[in-house]
């Protein structure tokens, strides 16, 4: 996993930093702390993050689906860019770490418009489809070997005209490397060919962070 923007030399992704990201500071502390943590690598970044927001503002977004909260950074960045009347459906599996994300979404003041559901995410998902849920946004950062269910259940989730975002399809260029073959690569692999094929999206592979997926619904 990356949390900045691959293949930048230092100096060059500072400068893009510097004349790009206006980061609440809200955002920017949650980040800073989470940058503390062991699992840090799991962080979205801060481009990434004001690129899905932007996303979501052009769009008109109101219900907005995030698989994969870790410290809750993508979901805070979102529920900021929302109308007051907008909702992020949060999936994690983890009271730890969504902990911090509680923390953070109660001081930017907009705790009540993230829904958080401490679930496999596939159950939160069957039970938002059977309640006849729609979105229009969906962001899918979660655990690699599951991103194919995932996408299929955001797939159903999604109006027609809404965008699915999926994190991390560059793979730290793993993906490029045909000496890697662990389990994970390989799956991020076929599922880059799956939606590659995928006549009912229309998709565009944007390289920001560690490579974003965004997948049109027809």
């Known amino acids: 996993m990356a949390n900045q923007t691959l293949g930048l030399e230092k100096n060059l992704y500072d400068y893009l930093l510097s004349v790009s990201v206006q980061e609440p500071e809200v955002l920017t502390k949650l980040r800073q702390e989470t940058a503390q943590h062991p699992m840090s690598q799991m962080q979205i970044a801060p481009e ?26 993508s979901s805070l960045v979102v529920a ?20 911090i994300a509680r923390r953070y979404w109660q001081q930017a003041g907009v705790a009540d418009k993230i829904e958080l559901h401490i679930a496999p995410a596939m159950e939160t998902l069957d039970r938002l489809r059977a309640q006849g849920e729609t979105f229009d ?9 599951n991103y194919d269910n995932y996408y299929e259940q955001a797939l159903q989730l999604v109006r027609p005209g809404g965008l699915i975002a ?18 994970r690569t390989n799956r991020i692999r076929a599922f880059n060919q799956k939606l590659y094929q995928d006549s009912r999206v229309a998709i565009s592979l944007v390289p920001i962070a560690d490579g974003l997926t965004l997948a049109l619904k027809k």
């Not at 999936?91 to 902990?99: G, L």
């Open 80 to 99: 900021l860019a929302l109308p007051p009347e907008g909702k992020v459906v949060a999936c994690d599996i983890s009271e730890e770490y969504t902990a």
């Open 166 to 183: 999926i994190d991390n399809v560059l793979w730290s260029g793993r993906v490029a490397d045909s000496q890697v073959q662990d389990n």
């Open 137 to 145: 946004f969906a962001f899918i950062d979660a655990d690699k070997s």
């Open 48 to 73: 990434q993050g004001q690129f899905m927001a932007l996303l979501v503002q052009l769009m008109g977004a109101k219900r907005t689906l995030d698989i994969g909260i870790f410290t809750g950074y």
